[in-house]
């Protein structure tokens, strides 16, 4: 029968990868804090960008609704078919700009918190470790003749 107490036949637990970093001296540790720094910036700027963003989609979403019940009131008050097309052609045009407003905000929004999060982790990532000596940036390799 196998020794279960033996280190080999140990099975790591989730605490060993943390004791591992922990072991490692400070220069993991300073990474992890300048990441997590990083990282909690582009958050709160991304969290700013949604609260803005559905500040907007219900700003317009309000007055869509209230257009809509203008719209109800004034289609009572058509004399001819005429005039109702035209109360709702008014209704659509609205609904339809609200809508294209809110791609483009939408769209806006979305590229600033792409930003945001690609800038973070970029510097997260670039950013030296107190101690730790400077790692060479990559170049790019020479282009071949003939290439």
């Known amino acids: 029968m196998p020794d279960l107490n033996a280190p080999e036949a140990r099975i790591p637990d989730a605490m060993d990868s943390m004791r591992q970093c922990f072991d490692g001296g400070g220069a993991l540790r300073g990474r992890m804090a300048s990441q ?4 909690a910036a582009a958050q709160k700027q991304i969290l700013r960008e949604w609260e803005d963003m559905a500040h907007g989609w219900f700003a317009r979403g309000q007055n869509g609704a209230q257009a809509a019940l203008d719209a109800a009131q004034e289609l009572g008050r058509c004399n001819d078919p005429a005039e109702a097309l035209n109360a709702c052609q008014r209704w659509i045009a609205g609904s339809m700009s609200r809508m294209a407003t809110d ?17 973070a982790l970029r510097s997260s990532l670039e950013a030296p470790v107190q101690g730790a000596p400077a790692r060479p940036r990559a170049t790019p390799p020479a282009k071949r003749e003939g290439a």
């Open 36 to 39: 997590m720094v990083e990282l």
């Open 103 to 119: 791609a483009l905000e939408a769209q806006g929004h979305g590229a600033r918190m792409m930003k945001a999060a690609t800038e």
